[in-house]
């Protein structure tokens, strides 16, 4: 077979593969994470988050 021929062997076997889903009860392991997120909304107003947001956009 020359290079780029079409193979449809090889095309029905990729696609085969790309449209079955592994349901496996291994593939089904969930991370446990643990920390904290804090967050300080500080005195900032709508307004002044979308001007801010518009100066970065600007840059």
């Known amino acids: ?3 780029g021929a ?7 076997r990729r696609e085969e593969k790309t ?3 592994d349901t496996s009860p291994d593939d089904d ?4 994470y643990e920390g904290t ?4 909304t ?6 002044d ?3 801010q947001f518009r100066e970065l956009r600007s840059s």
Do not use: F, Q
Not at 6 to 12: I, K, L, Q, T, W
Not at 29 to 32: D, F, G, P
Not at 37 to 40: G, T
């Open 1 to 3: 077979m020359s290079m």
């Open 6 to 12: 079409y193979d449809a062997a090889e095309h029905e």
């Open 19 to 21: 449209s079955t889903v």
């Open 29 to 32: 392991r969930r991370s446990s």
């Open 37 to 40: 997120v804090e967050y300080d």
């Open 42 to 47: 500080g005195d900032a107003n709508a307004d």
């Open 49 to 51: 988050l979308l001007a």
